[in-house]
Structure formats: structure tokens, C-alpha cells
């Protein structure tokens, strides 16, 4: 029994930072065997959840990455499709009745092209968190009935990070692809117009940037929600078995 009870913490520390390979060859050698069967039916074990988690974040938010940072993947996601900021919008419609249509358009897509430019650096930003989790954390996620827990954890532990990295990147962007410059423009020829007692302020960045993480996390919210509840999105046995399991256990 001390075998046992000496084993158990050295696997579990072992789950949170090992692959599923080498926490295989810990238990073979162990003459446990293998800790990872997901072909067996019933309850997972811990550290089957803790790699069934991981894999379906790494999944997920490499796809959203993905998705997000080709061509339209913000400006042809109604969803998350970014405008003009809110205090900008009143000079797009006196400035669309002016005939300057071309202008505000040009402006809304220069701010997609510099957000989806800025979502691949999203990707080992995420590795990193997922990397990080805890046996509680995991728990949490998978069992405690919250539909978008994990998007709420990397909420929390990855958005101070994801703004530091997305704000250089679409500070250059919005010059590349024109922002700066069409909104400049926008700005100015609003701020030209009798009568405006409301001027405004061309800065771009900090908006852009927070609007590119939001339709981030709105996209990996997305892709959580499609796990827990469509059984065709489950690929292997492992997601198949941990994801059952928290359905079953969440709904009863």
C-alpha cells in the first residue's frame, strides 16, 4: 500500500506538465500499466481528463487562431466583425450622407485586416496557459457545469499577455494596411464639418486591440460549447470517454 500511496502524487504532478506518451512509460515502468486506456469504458481517470482537456483546448484554440487570422477571418464574421469605435460611428453616417462611403469603408476594413493580422500570436499564448493548468482547474472545467469555463480560464490567465502581444503587432498593422491613415482621414474630415463640437481622437490601438480579443474569445467560446455538446466533434476515444463523462456527470 505505501507503493501506491507514494506513486499517486509523483503521476499526478507528472499529468499537469508531461505528455500522454511519457506519463505511459512512467506507469508501464511502474508495473502499473497504462494510465491512458481511453478504449475502456466508465469513469477516466484523473489524468485521462487532465489530457483529454488539453487536447481539446489545443484543438480549439488553434483552430480559432487560425480561423481568425486568415483573410475575412474578423471582417467576414458578422459576429465579430469590427466597426468603428462607438464615438466614431456618429461621424460615419454624417460622413456616409456627405457621399464619403468609400472612406468609411476602407477604415472598417483596415481595423479587421490589423486584428486578424495579430491573431496568430494568439496560438503559443494559449499553449503556454494550457501548459500551466492545474487538477483543480481541469476539474473545474470539465465538471463544473459552467458551458464556457475554459474560455473564462484563459480569460483570466491570458489576457494581460494577449494584449501585450496583439498591441505592437496591430500598432504596425494599422499602418500597413492603411487604418491609420483612413481613419485619419475620416477623423479629419468629420472634424471639419460646422457645427461639430465633439472632436475626435485618431488613436486607434488600444480599441482594435481589445475588440481582436474579444472576437478571440468569442471564437474559442464557440469551440468549448461545440465539444461539450456535439459528439461528432469528439475525434479520438480520449475526448470521446472525458467528454461523455462531463456530460453525464454536468447534467445529472
Known amino acids: 500500500m505505501k507503493r501506491i500511496y507514494t506513486l499517486t502524487p ?14 505511459n512509460k512512467v506507469a508501464a515502468n511502474s508495473g502499473y500499466g ?8 466508465g469513469t477516466p481517470s484523473t489524468i ?11 484543438q480549439g484554440t488553434d483552430r480559432s487562431s487560425s480561423q481568425l487570422s486568415a483573410a475575412n477571418g474578423f471582417f467576414g464574421n458578422a459576429a465579430i466583425k469590427i466597426l468603428l469605435p462607438p464615438e466614431a460611428q456618429k461621424a460615419e453616417n454624417t460622413l ?3 457621399g464619403f462611403n468609400k472612406l468609411c469603408d476602407d477604415a472598417i476594413l483596415s481595423l479587421n485586416r490589423a486584428a486578424e493580422s495579430a491573431a496568430a500570436k494568439a496560438k503559443p499564448i494559449f499553449v503556454s496557459a494550457i501548459k500551466q493548468m492545474t487538477i483543480q482547474d481541469v ?3 470539465l465538471l463544473g457545469g459552467q458551458k464556457d469555463a ?3 480560464y484563459f480569460k483570466r490567465t491570458t489576457n494581460s499577455q494577449l494584449t501585450n502581444e496583439f498591441r505592437p503587432v496591430i500598432n504596425n498593422s494599422l499602418s500597413q494596411v492603411g487604418a491609420t491613415k483612413y481613419y485619419g482621414q475620416l477623423v479629419t474630415q468629420y472634424n471639419k464639418v460646422p457645427l461639430v463640437f465633439n472632436k475626435l481622437n485618431p488613436d486607434l490601438s488600444a480599441y482594435v486591440t481589445q475588440k481582436a480579443i474579444d472576437g478571440l474569445f468569442y471564437r474559442i467560446a464557440q469551440e468549448e460549447l461545440n465539444i461539450r455538446t456535439n459528439l461528432t466533434s469528439r475525434t479520438t476515444p480520449l475526448l470521446q470517454k472525458v467528454f461523455g ?3 453525464q ?3 445529472g
Open 10 to 23: 509523483l503521476l499526478l504532478l507528472f499529468a499537469v506538465t508531461s505528455s500522454c506518451d511519457t506519463l
Open 34 to 41: 497504462s494510465v491512458l486506456n481511453p478504449s475502456q469504458g
Open 48 to 58: 485521462e481528463m487532465i489530457s483529454g482537456l488539453k487536447q481539446a483546448l489545443e
Open 96 to 98: 456616409r450622407k456627405l
Open 139 to 141: 476539474t473545474n472545467i
Open 150 to 152: 475554459a474560455t473564462q
Open 245 to 247: 463523462y462531463a456530460q
Open 249 to 251: 456527470k454536468t447534467r
